[in-house]
Nanobody
Framework: VQLVESGGGLVQAGGSLRLSCAASGRTFSSYAMGWFRQAPGKERECVAAISTSGGRTYYADSLKGQFTISRDNAKNTVYLQMNSLKPEDTAVYFC????????????????????WGQGTQVTVSS
């Protein structure tokens, strides 16, 4: 599985961005997906994750209500809608994929993901 993120950029505080992650292959619907971010000097953290069907999601506690993860299995794409952005949201954002046997599997551990995109920079100015 190859993953390509897009949609990052520079935005003012309070603004919004929507990240996209396009996956190659014909079995996208069998992969649990996640969005992670990594700021300079910090560990990579899971911001959101979604099950294969999209019926189950996870959000980091600090981001509930601010970020929304979704997927379109027909388009082999997972999205991250980010609203009310703050300077502390500045980071490189990565999407990741892991084959999941069960449709309600949500994966939040970095080490459990098999495939990663190259990342897209999000910079929020104050």
């Amino acid at each position: 599985v190859q993953l390509v993120e897009s949609g990052g950029g520079l935005v003012q505080a309070g603004g919004s961005l929507r990240l996209s992650c396009a996956a190659s292959g014909r079995t996208f619907s069998s992969y649990a997906m996640g969005w992670f971010r990594q700021a300079p000097g910090k560990e990579r953290e899971c911001v959101a994750a979604i099950s294969t069907s999209g019926g189950r999601t996870y959000y980091a506690d600090s981001l509930k209500g601010q970020f929304t993860i979704s997927r379109d299995n027909a388009k082999n794409t997972v999205y991250l809608q980010m609203n009310s952005l703050k300077p502390e949201d500045t980071a490189v954002y990565f999407c990741a994929a892991r084959f999941a046997i069960y449709s309600n599997t949500v994966v939040t551990n970095t080490k459990e993901y098999s495939y990663w995109g190259q990342g897209t920079q999000v910079t929020v100015s104050s």
